[in-house]
Nanobody, 126 residues
Framework: QVQLVESGGGVAQAGGSLRLSCVAS????????VAWFRQAPGKEREFVAA????????HYADSVKDRFTISRDKDKNAVLMQMSNLTLEDTAHYYC???????????????????WGQGTQVTVSS
């Protein structure tokens, strides 16, 4: 079965950095687009960033543009998200997800993603 496992979360001070990893099993991650979403207490699930299948293009929410960078580590069948200059607003549970159709980027709508990891917690302190 397809499985996604996130890691790399933790506690960081405002202005600091963290790198999240999403490792896929059951299918090659570069055959599917991969997106990161986050959800903070009392808030709706929010699109963060995504990378197209094959790594041809990247997409970012305005709130993280120029601070987060998404990339692929094909040797590890993983998608990485480097987060820099963290702010208190970045505190959330972060999930990676893939859509149900390969070689397709569906956009920021989470309804098009059928495989989700359990997530990793990111907490930013002042």
């Amino acid at each position: 079965q397809v499985q996604l496992v996130e890691s790399g979360g933790g506690v960081a001070q405002a202005g600091g950095s963290l790198r999240l990893s999403c490792v896929a099993s059951g299918r090659a991650s570069d055959t599917y687009a991969v997106a990161w979403f986050r959800q903070a207490p009392g808030k709706e699930r929010e699109f963060v960033a995504a990378i197209d299948w094959g790594g041809e293009g990247t997409h970012y929410a305005d709130s993280v543009k120029d601070r987060f960078t998404i990339s692929r580590d094909k040797d590890k069948n993983a998608v990485l998200m480097q987060m820099s200059n963290l702010t208190l607003e970045d505190t959330a549970h972060y999930y990676c997800a893939t859509p149900y159709i390969p070689k397709w980027y569906p956009g920021p709508d989470w309804n098009y993603y059928d495989r989700w990891g359990q997530g990793t917690q990111v907490t930013v302190s002042s």
